[in-house]
């Protein structure tokens, strides 16, 4: 009660009609908020519910809690009402940390309010957290609002228990999707942290290991992108397009980014692709990556500054390539460009043991050959079915020197002058590429190139090798000199992965030969190949859709 100077019934009268003014004033003002909640002007009822909250914590504070039992409660329910709101109108500008925080603050008051649960659950979902998720859904399904809106939460509890198991075993299959044409919803897939760790790599900075051996087609990694930029864009669209594309998805990194610590302090880890920068860098823990990772995990890694943020997108943003063009069903001039932060930690290999495949917002990363425990993950970031030279020229657009195991041994190799003369023949576009290929393979038996060796300087003239195994005349012209197209191709796998110019040679080269690809054995070698390049799926006529070895040709 005020220091009025006043008899205490006085000063009662007075603040019951101040009381009834404030309770007007909030009323009003909840009028308002709900209007423009209900309009979608998310930033005024913000405001407006901030007023609304400031004017029941005030009122707290002066009400006596021993003779305003009643008002008091009527105030609190307000309060958690208005933080309540104010968390959706956040939310719904995807401001996920500051919406969180009002939801925290709602049920501090009222520690199973039905909207509220519902809300920080759909927050949740959104954050990737399907645990913590599920269990806000469990709680809000044991209050009376429940059965008036039974519908919509069984569904959320059934999708938040799907996307949990989901993110614990990565057991999704895009199959029926692949052979429906890629019509309808985009299959739903929840972020997954198969057997990989980080570590330092000798390749350069930190890499991904492999925990565990596995085998071709193996899921290793299903990250969510913090942004991702779309368009089509027609061959002929200049440089400006580009750009744009570019500027928008920075834009919306930084968006992402401020309005999610988590998020910003996640891409603080990643490397701007200075060499000292890499070598200071330290491999974060597997733990800050875990869909349930607290949201405000704190600032793991810091914050970064625009510069930083910049240099960091040059080095790990990836570009969504024709596979996933295909898998997407875009057109070819589809093109897109995103950050993925769990695989940014991929290093790059002339010589990759994975390979990505892009599902809606999604990365997925599989095997893309038998991977040994404590082996280094590494994707392709060009093309590497190149000879060296031109490896060394695309890893330069990167902004490195190439230290992957096959551009060491074809530095290292004694022949590297005989090496640069067949490059040299290629790129002018010999054309008689079956001599060019006779002189590789007759130099490897004199140079005495084994191996996955040879699989390198294969894979280093794949161009020749292509031509020459697609050919059925030149094939018959060379005869044994030359080595099947099997051969080739199991070489070829084995050091550069599967690659889907390789398999459809193969597939050519069985068609040739006796049975076509129709035979059991032959088939089997195409899938698995398959697999390599697409993860593996429960429904082998779906490797065959994607290779087009369903007659849809
Ligand atoms: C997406 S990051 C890969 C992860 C990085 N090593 C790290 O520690 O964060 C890409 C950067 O890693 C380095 N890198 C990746 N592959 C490489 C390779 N084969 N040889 C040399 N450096 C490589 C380059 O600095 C490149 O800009």
């Known amino acids: 009660m005020r220091e009025t100077g006043i008899s205490n019934e006085e000063a009662m009268e007075f603040t019951v009609e101040e009381e009834k003014e404030e309770e007007e004033r909030i009323q009003n003002l909840r009028s308002k908020a709900t209007e423009l909640l209900l309009r979608e002007e998310y930033k005024d009822s913000i405001k407006t519910y901030s007023q609304i909250i400031f004017l029941c914590q005030e009122s707290i504070s002066k009400t006596d809690p021993k003779s305003s039992q009643s008002r008091l409660s009527n105030i609190k329910r307000t309060l958690c009402l208005a933080f309540s709101n104010r968390a959706e109108a956040w939310a719904r500008q995807s401001e996920f940390s500051v919406a969180l925080r009002d939801c925290e603050a709602a049920l501090s008051i009222e520690k199973s309010h039905f909207k509220t649960l519902l809300c920080k659950g759909k927050i949740l979902l959104s954050l990737n957290r399907y645990g913590a998720a599920l269990d806000c859904f469990k709680q809000a399904n044991l209050d009376p609002h429940a059965t008036e809106n039974s519908d919509m939460v069984n569904g959320l509890l059934k999708k938040c228990k799907k996307l949990k198991s989901l993110s614990r075993g990565g057991t999704f299959d895009i199959s029926d999707w692949v052979l429906g044409g890629y019509r309808g919803k985009t299959p739903e897939l929840a972020e997954y942290i198969g057997p990989v760790e980080i570590k330092k790599s000798e390749i350069s900075g930190r890499g991904l290991f492999a925990t565990r051996n596995v085998e071709s087609g193996t899921l290793m990694v299903v990250t969510r992108a913090v942004a991702v930029?779309?368009?089509?864009?027609?061959?002929?669209?200049?440089?400006?397009?580009?750009?744009?594309?570019?500027?928008?998805?920075?834009?919306?990194?930084?968006?992402?980014?401020?309005?999610?610590?988590?998020?910003?302090?996640?891409?603080?880890?990643?490397?701007?692709?200075?060499?000292?920068?890499?070598?200071?860098?330290?491999?974060?823990?597997?733990?800050?990556?875990?869909?349930?990772?607290?949201?405000?995990?704190?600032?793991?890694?810091?914050?970064?500054?625009?510069?930083?943020?910049?240099?960091?997108?040059?080095?790990?943003?990836?570009?969504?390539?024709?596979?996933?063009?295909?898998?997407?069903?875009?057109?070819?001039?589809?093109?897109?460009?995103?950050?993925?932060?769990?695989?940014?930690?991929?290093?790059?290999?002339?010589?990759?043991?994975?390979?990505?495949?892009?599902?809606?917002?999604?990365?997925?990363?599989?095997?893309?050959?038998?991977?040994?425990?404590?082996?280094?993950?590494?994707?392709?970031?060009?093309?590497?079915?190149?000879?060296?030279?031109?490896?060394?020229?695309?890893?330069?657009?990167?902004?490195?020197?190439?230290?992957?195991?096959?551009?060491?041994?074809?530095?290292?190799?004694?022949?590297?002058?005989?090496?640069?003369?067949?490059?040299?023949?290629?790129?002018?576009?010999?054309?008689?590429?079956?001599?060019?290929?006779?002189?590789?393979?007759?130099?490897?038996?004199?140079?005495?190139?084994?191996?996955?060796?040879?699989?390198?300087?294969?894979?280093?003239?794949?161009?020749?090798?292509?031509?020459?195994?697609?050919?059925?005349?030149?094939?018959?012209?060379?005869?044994?000199?030359?080595?099947?197209?099997?051969?080739?191709?199991?070489?070829?796998?084995?050091?550069?992965?599967?690659?889907?110019?390789?398999?459809?040679?193969?597939?050519?080269?069985?068609?040739?030969?006796?049975?076509?690809?129709?035979?059991?054995?032959?088939?089997?070698?195409?899938?698995?190949?398959?697999?390599?390049?697409?993860?593996?799926?429960?429904?082998?006529?779906?490797?065959?859709?994607?290779?087009?070895?369903?007659?849809?040709?």
Request: proline share 2%.
């Open 229 to 553: 930029d779309r368009a089509i864009m027609p061959q002929d669209s200049g440089e400006n397009a580009h750009l744009v594309i570019w500027k928008n998805f920075i834009d919306k990194v930084v968006e992402t980014a401020k309005k999610c610590e988590h998020v910003s302090s996640l891409i603080s880890f990643l490397s701007t692709g200075e060499c000292e920068d890499e070598r200071a860098l330290e491999a974060p823990d597997m733990e800050v990556f875990r869909s349930e990772a607290e949201v405000g995990i704190g600032n793991v890694g810091g914050r970064v500054d625009n510069e930083r943020l910049r240099s960091i997108l040059d080095v790990n943003s990836v570009l969504e390539d024709a596979i996933s063009a295909k898998i997407l069903g875009k057109n070819a001039d589809y093109q897109g460009v995103g950050l993925w932060i769990l695989a940014s930690f991929i290093n790059h290999s002339c010589d990759p043991n994975v390979r990505r495949v892009h599902v809606g917002d999604y990365m997925v990363v599989h095997a893309a050959r038998d991977v040994k425990a404590g082996e280094e993950l590494t994707l392709a970031y060009f093309d590497v079915l190149a000879p060296r030279e031109k490896r060394r020229e695309m890893a330069d657009n990167w902004g490195f020197v190439c230290g992957c195991k096959r551009c060491l041994f074809e530095d290292g190799v004694c022949f590297k002058n005989d090496m640069r003369e067949m490059e040299m023949a290629m790129g002018k576009g010999v054309v008689d590429v079956g001599s060019l290929v006779y002189r590789l393979e007759e130099g490897m038996r004199r140079w005495m190139v084994r191996g996955r060796g040879k699989g390198y300087l294969r894979a280093s003239f794949w161009e020749a090798y292509g031509k020459v195994l697609g050919s059925e005349k030149v094939m018959r012209k060379w005869g044994r000199k030359i080595p099947a197209a099997e051969a080739v191709v199991e070489s070829v796998v084995q050091a550069a992965g599967s690659h889907e110019r390789i398999v459809r040679v193969l597939l050519e080269g069985l068609r040739r030969g006796a049975g076509g690809v129709n035979g059991v054995v032959e088939m089997e070698k195409v899938i698995k190949l398959g697999r390599g390049l697409y993860g593996k799926m429960m429904k082998k006529q779906a490797i065959g859709a994607l290779l087009q070895i369903d007659g849809k040709e």
